[in-house]
């Protein structure tokens, strides 16, 4: 057993499980920093949380246990999860909060498009209802 090995089995001992939480969609595509404007990398963070203590309430201890419905988990359980990091502002943003701003930031643009397309569409009918009544009085 190479040292890498040994080393890994060392860091899981106390250990009663571990739980990953990645994100699949948050590494398809470009994200912005919302402060700098720079492009975010990807930062895996990782804790060790005990299922009896404060901050056990923040996590989820639930397991898939297939065989005998669901199962929780009790103990020392690794949780591991994927944050967006600016490097140069040192921001770190997670992922469900990236896609709110994400999606709160389109909702202002589809907004100020569906306000541009009013306007336009306002003035357009003002342009016809001049040009029909330019035509009435000239034919009539």
Known sequence: MNEKAK???RNLEGLQGHKKNYSISARMGKHYCPKCKVLLQIKR?????NSESEEAKDFDFSSGGLAFGPSRAIG????????FYCEKCDLEISIKNMKIYE????GKKEKVRSEA???IGLILFFVLAIMVTFVWHYFF
């Open 7 to 9: 080393n890994r089995i």
């Open 45 to 49: 963070k990782e804790r060790v949380v």
């Open 76 to 83: 020392n359980v690794k949780f591991t999860w994927d944050v």
């Open 103 to 106: 999606n709160k930031k389109k």
């Open 117 to 119: 397309r009013k306007a």
